[in-house]
């Protein structure tokens, strides 16, 4: 569960509310969720139509463009695509020694469950996550 926390003065933001986390962990799956389902802008050989393409308004090159992987069935190819782009948004976000797999488990073309491990201000960490 997601809570909005103040961090100064008029300036609030999200942050994982779970008793079973200590705060280091919270903060490290606050990140990768923030990084992984902010959608950037996708490239017009991808969505043709400016309107589609989605992505935040203040900076479109801000967050993943997972949302414009998964918008296709997810073959071998967008699974390691998918696989590629989380890993270099988190690294591209401060975190280091980062490996990105597919959980292993029956194949399903519309989902995929990762494993991320990687470090987080000399914090290791460990998380599954679903696409």
Known sequence: MLKLVQIDIGVFDLQFDDPALNDA???????????LFTDAEAPASRVPDRYERRGWWADPEAGTGLWHVRYQGLSDAARREALSMVEQALLDHGLTEVSVSEQAGAGNVSSVFMIITGLHNGRTFNMSVPL
């Open 25 to 35: 962990q919270a903060a490290i799956e606050t990140l990768v969720y923030a990084v």
